[in-house]
């Protein structure tokens, strides 16, 4: 009885890994299937031969590499300079002494969270177009950028708020200016959040379609999830190579997250926790 | 003493970067979608025209756009109403187990972190008519296919269940991580006064984490108001405009139909409903749960 | 708290009433901004060199919508143009942008053109897009360099890309459309190409008896089921009834439209097209005719490319007919009447004739991609119509497949045509039929009678709201 007990939870919880983790196996098994009729016939069993020819074509045709690293450089780059706008902005409200402006510009930002993004896409697209940088990389990276900007205020706001005021008083003594203080005794304070950061916004950017969708339409410009819908649409009818090309699209993500698993999933609740 | 931190100019070179493109990005769109809210402007013209509320009056008297609301509503709902019972139920099981804590918490959080637009092309495939693995199961048991996205009935069904899939795990490591922060003493003392585990859970536990539901409910409400791409890549909003939900209606308007004005319209509309639900949930729900410490 | 909360939001207002400020001012600017930028972009690539016209590198796009396997042969065919364009405009490099037919026409290019940023050439739908887009002078009037080539009156018709009496676009090849069917399953019946419309409802009913499919059918997009729902409807009603729409002449719940709803309904319901259809994409029509999995397939001339080697149609060729609808009983005007399109081509951007070198690449593109040469290529390689005017004896005699000289007969037997619904009406019109109406038909959710009233609601919206 007591053994039974103990192991229903693990009945339930492991059902629920099942939900979870097939349609991943479904979309593997199917990627290396000769045809849709392979696929059609033995739905969930481990394929009886493998095509990996599957992989190559849609390599090719989904252009998968250059999708992929669109999407790398602008994710990163975006959100290192959110990090660095943002940790200029939260060290200032926080740590200089400007009296009310430092709660009135933090309250400002907040209320940017309240802000449902997909609805402001139309002026977005309208100042994308003034600045005549759509259809460029920079049409995706500026707005990434922005759209971090309070989110990440508020947490490395958060941060620097609990570290101890002694610390910049010695920093002050030893003759270091605002700009010192910020660069050598804050930012280097400050990493471990500025990591947990990091990782929502370059996930956040990663993982970013509507815009991507209709900002660029160049095909070289795309990034994975935009290329990935557009292969998709292109290729419907062939489940085995359109699997493939998902593959690809996951297979990154899942590596970064097996490495940075505790990191990103700290960093991804940390902020809706605390706020 | 603190003369370097009280420098107004190094103060405001501080903080002009990241003012701008918030002021940029969120603050004038905001401004400007009022504008053109009031105006018809095709998005091509050079000439903008004033319209009155008749942007207005046409949006909350189209029939399709109460379609968008209701289902965005039905986000709201279904996020509500089954995916948090079945958050909480999941995070006190995997708070309670001893073995295979790590795993658990690793996979379930695995959907959470991939684009919209993957899983929904994952997902047509599972739920493609003829070879997709939902009609394989329910062949098994005989039942005839079902057409998932293509039948009216069950499209926005099937979008929630996808979309519940990818966010069901993100919430539960959030509960999880509330739950495992509650001091072990409390559940301790319960335990030696003969309180039965379900009982822990129920008298102690969940009180307890009753301010981190009210957050995954705000959160839910949130993501649920700005729904678009996990509609956009797998039904395109159709059947027959049955599964459109507002953000996809206005992009609809404004960019396939040459009413950018009218897009605007619905932007401030959403804008506001979503401070209008917000506002209602917080009055009506999290007041009273507010003062709970611990 | 209080006095912090009135700074905070005039600090909002302030800033906001700049920036809306200076918005509107360049809204306002726009007009003349526009070209005042290319020109500088031109000024600087050519001031490196101090001549106008110089081998500097300079780079054009081309937006083209021949993407996925079916339109390789129009792709090579653009590929070729688009190399003699490149030898002859010294420093040219085109850029080809692949992008989905329909994604252009309705998000693409419609947002680019708002944003004033369209590539210089682009795939181009003929009426309405082309006329809004010349009404705000966003497209390169054509004319003079029709006049300058000399091959204005080539055209067969150009009336969907001309504006005010100015020419904004060419039309690449035309397209009629009508029913394929699959002569291998025919003959083995022993049946012919319908006669009349009571023969080929049998035959769909035979069809259906024997456990095949009798029509293919993939309507996660619109226009595909409104191909045949269109013609139905023009059959039932009049060739011209659609074009009537727009001035109030005639209306969409007409008795006679609503008959030609209805009996797109009927052949719903009697399971005609393939169960789920609602979720399939156009590629999935195709497939579904060419697997031998549906008989008959109504669509486009342009499908003709599909029964060609090397192509996903391979296995049918010589085993694909084409038939034009029958009379329908009652029916009005004209019952050969053909649905035919010159409306889909290429345009150019405004911005383009402000550059130099720009508008003769422009030229350049004009000359050796409209021309004899390449309008038969077309239509031997790809199954294109031609829409220039061509001698009927060259054209037999390049007409070598059984499959287009079937299509050339039919086209030819018809004693007028009319043009597809969404060449005629506004776009909200277009995006209430194909997005919302004919797939609650389809789907059940509404009557032909009440798709009737709909539509016409939308479209006295529409017809009111001209400016």
Known sequence: ?275 | MNKALRNPLVFILFVIPALVLFIMFFIYPIFSSLYYSFTSWNGVSDTVKYAGLDNFKKALGDERFWVSVKNNGWFILFSVCIQVPLIVFFSLLIANVKKLKGLYKTAVFMPSIMSTAVIGILWGFIYEPNIGLFNKVLGLVGIEPVYWLSDERFAMLSILITNAWQWTGFYIVMVLAAILSIPGELDEAAAIDGATGFQRATRITLPLIVPIISVVIMLSIAGAMKAADIVIVMTKGGPAGSTEVMATYMIKYAITNFKYGYGNTIAVLIFMFTLVVTALYQLLFARRNERIEY | MRKSLTMLLSLMFVTSALLTGCGGNNNNAAATEEPATTNEAAATNAAATEEPVSAEPFEMTVRHTQVGADKQKRLAILEDVVGKVQEEVPGLTFKLDGVDSDVNRKEKLRGEMAAGNPPEIFDLFGSPDSKIYAKEGKLLDLTPILDELGIKDKFSNLDPFTYEGKIYGLPIGGSGEGFFYNKEYYDSKGWKAPATFAELEQQLADIKADGKVPLAGASKAGWVPLMLANHLWSRYAGPDVTAKFATGEAKWNDPNVVKGFAKYKEWVDKGYFKKGELGFEYAEYTTQFTSGEAILMYDGTWKSSVFKAGQSGEGLIGKVGFFNIPAVDGGVGDQTALMRDVNNGYGFSASAGEDERQLAAVKSFIKNMFNEEMQLRGLVEDGVLPAMKIDQAVLTENITDDLMSEIVAVLNSSQSSFPAFDSLVQADVTTEISNIQIQSLIGGQTTPEKMGDALQKIQEEANAAVE
Request: proline share 5%; aromatic share 12%.
């Open chain 1, 1 to 275: 009885m007591p053994r039974l007990k103990k192991s229903l939870p693990h009945v339930a919880l492991l059902g629920y890994l099942i939900v979870v983790l097939f349609p991943f196996l479904f979309v593997l098994f199917s990627s290396v299937k000769k045809d849709n009729n392979a696929i059609a016939l033995n739905p969930f069993g481990i394929p009886k031969t493998f095509e990996f020819s599957n992989y190559v074509e849609a390599w090719v045709n989904a252009k998968i590499s250059t999708y992929f690293f669109n999407s790398l450089y602008i994710s990163i780059l975006s959100s290192v300079v959110s990090i660095l706008l943002a940790s200029m902005f939260a060290f200032a409200v926080t740590r200089m002494r400007q009296g009310k402006w430092n709660k009135i510009l933090f309250s400002l930002v907040l209320i940017g969270m309240l802000i449902p993004n997909n609805a402001l896409m139309l002026p977005i697209y309208t100042i994308v177009r003034k600045l005549h940088i759509l259809n460029t990389h920079w049409a995706l990276i500026i707005p990434y950028i922005a759209n971090a900007i309070p989110f990440t205020i508020i947490i490395l706001a958060a941060f620097m708020r609990s570290l101890p005021s002694e610390i910049e008083e010695a920093a002050v003594m030893d003759g270091l200016k605002a700009p010192g203080i910020f660069a050598r005794i804050i930012v280097p304070l400050t990493v471990p959040a500025m990591v947990t950061v990091f990782i929502v916004n370059f996930l956040g950017n990663w993982n970013e379609f509507l815009l991507a969708n209709y900002f660029l339409s160049n095909d070289e410009l795309r990034t994975l999830p935009v290329g990935m819908v557009q292969f998709r649409d292109q290729y419907q009818m062939n489940y085995a190579q359109m699997s493939a090309g998902i593959v690809y699209s996951v297979v990154p993500v899942i590596v970064i997250y097996a490495i940075l698993q505790e990191k990103i999933i700290e960093g991804v609740t940390a902020g809706s926790v605390k706020g």
